[in-house]
């Protein structure tokens, strides 16, 4: 199994810059394949990205590609995400996950079975 913690949400202003990290522990953090999501109450948890253990495939949501980057420094057991010329709408609780590796990365919140606790991103407007 492997534990998560995320952290570097925040509140920043439209337009701004924030670094979402998260800390895995426990065994075989290479094993898994990684991702990001993020659910505002009332809706739905979204997938945002994700990254594939075997292949360092990266898969992106439509609303966030070319603003958003995932990343992983396996020495240090930490995915990040990197986020840009954030808007109002990225506003969210944010979560990472690990799941077996797949065929292909998923953005698919239900192929993930290990999760982190979430950190809150506010945008301003």
């Known amino acids: 199994q492997v534990q998560m913690v995320a952290s570097g949400g925040d509140l920043v202003q439209e337009g701004g810059s924030l670094r979402l990290s998260c800390i895995a522990s426990?065994?075989?953090?290479?094993?898994?394949?990684m991702g990001w999501f993020r659910q505002v109450p009332g809706k739905e948890r979204e997938g945002i990205s994700c990254i594939s253990v075997n292949s360092g495939v990266t898969d992106y949501a439509d609303s966030v590609k070319g603003r958003f980057t995932i990343s992983q420094d396996r020495d240090r057991k930490t995915l990040y995400l990197q986020m840009n010329s954030l808007k109002p709408e990225d506003a969210a609780m944010y979560y990472c996950a690990a799941r077996v590796p797949g065929y292909s990365p998923s953005l698919i919140p239900s192929d993930y079975s290990y999760w982190g606790q979430g950190t809150q991103v506010t945008v301003s407007s």
């Open positions: 426990g065994k075989n953090f290479d094993a898994y394949d």
